[in-house]
């Protein structure tokens, strides 16, 4: 049978499997056996300390060419650490990716920058990165989930990206090509190769790619990835919110994953997860078409993942969190490498350090995150102090016990370089980033987060950058902080810093008020940049 008849068969086959589904859900609501909603819960509520989310981009490592060296690009480096699940992530773009698909299309293409892509060389030894990457985790007792992004731009500006099936169904993109040149790159207008979840081709074909993987690989759980990239819908891609029924579509397909979950879960005799990843708050979630507090209350999802990771330190976790807890399903929030970088020109565009990583791990479990999802952030082969920074950031970031007592580095996001990123910037809460104006004659406030009881630590120094040298007058939590001018942090980051020691009992644990004016007779004000707090335990 040829590999075209082998996918009109499966096609026909899971059409009749999606037909009774629909069938299903229109004559009432889907109620799950006692016993399947115990074993769910239970598996749900696992210890999940970490999660390593990895994209998939480690087939195209020239390493990659066998199963043993593709297990050493990245997955080894979870071992020993409080890596317990591994997100697996094989989309390119919409229908198009790095497992042995009999839906989708197999990624094989060897152009720049694909060039080492090792995919057919996989496929030739019997095996796939997905495969091979449930295989390992399940060797080391690591949790296995492979994330299917619900939609992916990257075939915008990447032309090897580009799959057959947007080629065959034009009419299911949200815009056009010439879009990208059209509107400037902080316009949601730019991002037009996304497919409409309004057409039932596109829930359809999804539906069919989720249940092609639920039976195909010994999966854990299914992790549905509404926020890479978050433009589901033409409103959103005009700047505008979803419908009600434009949210209720996209809720059916949680409701029809939810289905198919059980009922190949309930086959293979053990129970399949369905994860979710949504944007930080309710509001913004709704305005993509994401509504979690509805699928939280219909039982629907049992793990949920919140935020882009790209305002790590000031991520507002708490309501999510809270409403899941009511719900008894566990959350975790996303931190990434993406918005754990010092970005030029307020950096030296490197990444931080573990102090930085620890201190939002601590926010995040304060707000009472069940554990953290890491993005981006992946060990390169022969990067020894990378792979270092990486190991230390998997063995201490996944519990207050291995967090307590540890040097940090709190800080509030400078968010300036994400005015380019229109696929994102409605879905990013920026309220509380940097950077803002200290007008002459004008104080201004910020909220400082702080996960920790700093009162015990040995040192606490306040870091404060502006985009040029100013006097300035500052306070913490009510008290003065005289600061001093630190040329050795201008030379070892950028623009100008300013210092001062703080006692550590004025730090509070969560919202700490930090209020700066100009200093004496200034014509013209400076902006904030920075603000930091370097916690030393000693």
């Not at 996960?451 to 630590?457: I, L, M, S, V």
Request: proline fraction near 6%; include cysteine; charge should be positive.
């Amino acid at each position: 049978m040829s590999r075209g008849d082998m996918q009109s068969t499966r096609r026909s086959f899971l059409g009749a499997g999606l037909g009774s589904l629909a069938a299903t859900l229109a004559s009432g609501p889907f109620l799950l056996g006692a016993t399947e909603q115990s074993k769910r819960k239970e598996l749900a509520h696992r210890r999940r300390r970490i999660i390593f989310n990895d994209d998939g981009d480690d087939v195209w490592d020239p390493h990659a060419k066998t199963p043993e060296g593709f297990v050493g690009v990245r997955l080894k480096h979870m071992l020993d650490t409080q890596v317990d699940t591994l997100f697996y992530c094989t989309t390119q773009s919409f229908n198009y990716f790095t497992h042995n698909t009999k839906i989708g299309q197999v990624f094989l293409s060897r152009q720049a920058p694909f060039g080492n892509n090792n995919m057919q060389a996989l496929m030739d030894a019997g095996t796939d990165p997905l495969r091979l990457a449930i295989e390992y985790a399940h060797k080391h007792g690591i949790e296995a989930v492979w994330t299917l992004r619900m939609n992916d731009i990257h075939d915008a500006f990447t032309p090897p990206l580009w799959p057959k099936w947007k080629t065959d169904h034009p009419d299911a993109l949200l815009g056009r090509r010439e879009d990208w040149a059209k509107f400037p790159p902080g316009s949601q207008h730019r991002w037009w190769s996304g497919v409409d979840f309004a057409r039932a081709d596109v829930r359809r074909r999804t539906l069919e790619l989720i249940e092609d993987v639920a039976t195909d690989y010994d999966v854990d759980a299914i992790d549905l990835d509404w926020l890479r990239h978050p433009i589901h819908f033409r409103q959103t891609l005009l700047g505008k919110p979803v419908t009600r029924q434009q949210i209720e579509l996209i809720t059916g397909v949680v409701r029809d994953a939810r289905k198919l979950a059980a009922r190949i879960g309930d086959k293979r005799g053990r129970p399949i997860l369905l994860s979710a990843r949504v944007p930080m708050t309710i509001t913004q979630g709704l305005y993509i078409g994401t509504d979690a507090e509805t699928w939280l209350k219909e039982g629907l999802i049992d793990l949920l993942t919140i935020g882009g990771g790209y305002v790590p330190f000031s991520m507002p976790t708490g309501e999510l969190a809270s409403l899941a807890r009511r719900h008894e399903v566990p959350v975790y929030p996303c931190i990434s490498a993406s918005g754990m970088t010092r970005r030029k020109p307020y950096g030296s565009g490197g990444i931080y350090g573990a102090q930085a990583w620890r201190a939002t791990a601590s926010n995040a479990f304060d707000a009472k995150a069940d554990g953290v999802s890491l993005f981006n952030l992946f060990p390169q082969p022969g990067a020894d102090q990378h792979n270092e920074l990486v190991r230390q950031v998997f063995s201490q970031a996944g519990e207050p016990a291995t967090l307590a007592g540890k040097d940090k580095l709190f800080c509030l996001d400078n968010a300036a370089h994400m005015a380019g990123c229109g696929y994102t910037n409605h879905i990013v809460p920026y309220a509380a980033c940097l950077p803002k104006p200290v007008e002459p004659g004008k104080t201004l406030t910020v909220t400082l987060p702080v996960g920790d009881d700093a009162t015990r630590a040995k040192s606490i120094t306040l870091r404060v950058q502006t985009d040029k040298p100013a006097a300035l007058e500052a306070s913490l939590n009510g008290a003065r902080v005289p600061l001093a001018a630190a040329p050795e942090l201008d030379r070892q980051i950028a623009l100008t810093w300013q210092t001062a020691p703080v006692t550590p009992s004025i730090v509070k644990r969560g919202a700490n008020r930090f209020e700066v004016k100009m200093g004496g007779a200034a014509d013209q004000g400076v902006a904030l940049t920075g603000l930091e707090l370097m916690v030393r335990y000693g």
